[in-house]
C-alpha cells in the first residue's frame, strides 16, 4: 500500500513541477503582473502527511503506548503549511483515513464536512 501511496505522489510531485514552472511563466508574462509568487510546492503533500504520521504512530509504539490520538490540524502543523492559504487538510485527513483500517483505528471526532482541522482518529497499536 505504501508504494502504491508514493507511486501516486510521484505522479502528482511531477505535476506539481509542470504546474510550478507555467506559473513561473505567467509570472513572468505580463498576465502574472501583480500575482502571487507563492507555489504549489510550498505546500506539503500527501507524501509528508504519511511520513509524519507514520513517524508519530512508531513514537508513541516505542514508548510503549497501547494506543495514540491523532488530530489533523495539529499533524498539519507539525508538517507546516497550517493554518494558512495553501494549507492541505484534505490530503492530511485523507492519508489520516488511510491508515484506520490498519491500525484498527476510531474516528472520535470530526467536523461535518468530515475534512477539517478537527478531524482526530485513535489508532491502536497493539
Known amino acids: ?3 502504491e501511496v508514493l507511486c501516486k ?3 502528482l510531485e511531477a505535476t506539481v513541477e509542470e504546474l ?3 506559473v513561473d511563466e505567467l ?3 505580463n498576465l502574472g503582473k501583480g500575482c ?3 507555489k504549489i510546492a510550498d505546500a506539503p503533500n500527501k507524501n509528508a502527511f504519511l511520513l509524519e504520521l ?9 514508548e510503549g503506548e497501547s494506543s495514540v490520538i491523532i488530530n489533523a490540524g ?8 497550517y493554518p494558512g492559504p495553501s494549507h492541505r487538510m484534505p490530503s492530511c485527513v485523507s492519508v489520516m483515513r488511510s491508515l484506520i483500517d490498519e491500525y484498527n483505528g476510531e474516528i ?3 467536523p461535518e464536512s468530515g475534512m477539517g482541522a478537527r478531524f482526530t482518529v485513535e489508532y491502536k497499536l497493539r
Not at 54 to 62: M, P, R, T, W
Not at 74 to 81: C, E, P
Open 74 to 81: 495539529n499533524l498539519h502543523r507539525s508538517v507546516g503549511g
Open 108 to 110: 472520535i471526532d470530526s
Open 20 to 22: 510550478n514552472a507555467r
Open 54 to 62: 507514520e513517524s508519530q504512530l512508531k513514537k508513541a509504539q516505542e
Open 27 to 29: 509570472e513572468n508574462s
Open 9 to 11: 505522489v510521484g505522479r
Open 1 to 3: 500500500m505504501i508504494v
Open 36 to 38: 502571487s509568487n507563492r
